[in-house]
């Protein structure tokens, strides 16, 4: 007989691609999914357009185009504050997913402990899972998402071989301080840990906040797996192109993985990331005032239709306590949904306790027209009468 992979029992599509399937449903406006439907900047266009016309159609070299991780180098140089080699601690992976992936299998182990914080990104869960590594979690307290270090480090074991660290957050849009990320690694350090940092939204901070990355500890600098990519600062969700960097001792690993899971990243699309990357600190300006500018029309929305939103330090996400009158978060997501045609979340796709049953997620990554129709919308929204 046929059968399906053990691996997969129990895993089922997750609620952020549900939502955005009965938001298309409706004809919405998601803010669910984080798709980031922002128009591409020329400079990218242009660069991959002119790979194309070149016939750069081929493989790359596994671990990226030379000219891409050089840049990547110079961009973490300048603002990760950390030094990387571009010959042998980068590797350009599909997507920092794809790198998540090539790292979780070039460092861990069946049964091999992992924690995430609380509440969490679903994929990083659900990789580690169908992986085979046993997930522990360490509730973030509510309302700044900080940290109790006493049960963070009652959460490590002997088993314990690596701690995932999403900074700005998804989906609560916490961004760790330079202080805590030195008590993780000091941690990570007595056990014998990696740490997993994932950065993609590194450009997206709010209130003259300043990202820190793990790497950037000296400390931690060789602990450290750092992850991100292109996908939310240029609005390339679907290009697919991200990174890793580690030391050379795991970078060349997780190089391996890269080319036996997906040979390389999309060869013209390296070149157009890499043309992006010789644009001015004003476009990353830019961009993360017009994100804190979105992220006060949907909190000033959302608290006006009874929701109690937790304002991001950084990402575009925000989760939010739904009103009492709803039973819990499929109820309001779903209702929402029906009633205004605005897609979210429901908070439970991002924690294992019942906290997320009383949140939703939006994402703000839209244009400033479909946002403004999206607040209008909430702002209408009256749970009681549906």
């Known amino acids: ?213 793990v790497a950037s500890i000296p400390s931690c600098r060789d602990l450290a797996i750092t992850i991100s990519g292109f996908s939310k600062t240029f609005s390339i969700t679907g290009w697919r192109v991200g990174y890793v960097i580690a030391d050379e001792r795991v970078a060349g690993p997780i190089g391996l993985m890269n080319d036996l899971f997906a040979i390389c990243a999309p060869t013209p699309l390296q070149w157009g990331v890499a043309r992006a990357l010789e644009i001015g600190d004003e476009y990353y300006r830019n961009m993360a005032a017009d994100y804190q500018k979105k992220r006060d029309m949907l909190a000033d929305a959302l608290s006006e239709a009874g929701f109690v939103p937790s304002i991001p330090q950084g990402s575009y996400y925000m989760l939010a306590k739904i009103p009492d009158d709803l039973r819990d978060d499929k109820e309001a997501a779903q209702t929402l949904l029906e009633s205004t045609r605005v897609a979210s979340v429901p908070g439970s796709a991002f924690f294992v306790s019942e906290a997320g049953k009383r949140m939703l997620r939006f994402c703000f990554a839209k244009d400033f027209e479909s946002l403004e129709e999206a607040c209008k919308r909430i702002r209408a929204f009256k749970p009681a009468a549906v």
């Open 1 to 213: 007989m046929n059968q399906i992979s053990d691996r997969l029992r129990g895993l089922v599509q997750s609620d952020i691609r549900r939502m955005s399937r009965e938001c298309e449903r409706v004809g919405g406006i998601n803010l669910g999914q984080g798709i980031c439907d922002l128009p591409t900047i020329p400079e990218l266009v242009d660069g991959a357009c002119d790979a194309i016309r070149a016939n750069k159609a081929t493989y790359s070299k596994f671990e990226g185009i030379d000219v891409l991780r050089e840049r990547i180098a110079r961009k973490v140089e300048r603002h990760n504050g950390f030094t990387a080699d571009p010959s042998k601690e980068i590797v350009v992976t599909v997507g920092s997913s794809g790198g998540f992936l090539a790292a979780a299998m070039a460092t861990l182990n069946v049964g091999d402990e992992v924690i995430l914080f609380e509440p969490y990104y679903g994929y990083h869960l659900n990789t580690f899972k169908v992986l085979g590594f046993e997930p522990k979690f360490v509730p973030l307290k509510e309302p700044d998402w900080t940290i109790d270090f006493d049960v963070l480090r009652a959460a490590f074991s002997p088993k314990t071989k690596a701690i995932v660290v999403c900074t700005p957050s998804n989906p609560s849009g916490k961004m760790f301080t330079r202080e805590e990320l030195e008590q993780i690694g000091a941690l990570c350090r007595e056990f014998g840990a990696w740490i997993f940092t994932d950065e993609i939204y590194e450009y997206i901070v709010y209130d003259g906040r300043k990202h820190v990355s």
